[in-house]
């Protein structure tokens, strides 16, 4: 059974800088794409960034372009996101989310597994 575990949200300054985690436990990394997706409070859920099954795809959300790095190790099975530039807009819970031999979908759908989210918090 594929699980996917985040961790490394928190409260931070505008300005400062998180680097979230996703482990995804019970099959191999590289079988999968996977992109980080938020929702912030009264907001639906929105793109933040995906991954090919290789690194040679990414690609970004407009809002979060030169800001944001999604990277990945397969041999770790995890996928980061780098966030640097933090802007109180950036607070929501933020999810990880694998799709099985994608390549990269900026929407929802294709993203079979998804995890239970982690807070961050950019204060002003």
């Known amino acids: 059974q594929v699980q996917l575990v985040e961790s490394g949200g928190g409260l931070v300054q505008a300005g400062g800088s998180l680097r979230l985690s996703c482990v995804l436990f019970?099959?191999?990394?590289?079988?999968?794409?996977m992109a980080w997706f938020r929702q912030a409070p009264g907001k639906e859920r929105e793109f933040v960034s995906a991954?090919?099954?290789?690194?040679?795809?990414?690609t970004y959300a407009d809002s979060v372009e030169d800001r944001f790095v999604i990277s990945r190790d397969n041999n770790v099975n995890t996928v980061y996101l780098q966030m640097n530039s933090l802007k109180p807009e950036d607070t929501a819970v933020y999810y990880c989310?694998?799709?099985?031999?994608?390549?990269?979908?900026?929407?929802?759908?294709?993203?079979?597994?998804w995890g239970q989210g982690t807070q961050v918090t950019v204060s002003s």
């Open positions: 989310a694998a799709d099985f031999n994608g390549y990269g979908s900026i929407v929802s759908w294709p993203y079979e597994y």
């Open positions: 019970g099959s191999t990394l590289r079988d999968y794409a």
């Open positions: 991954i090919g099954r290789n690194e040679g795809f990414t």
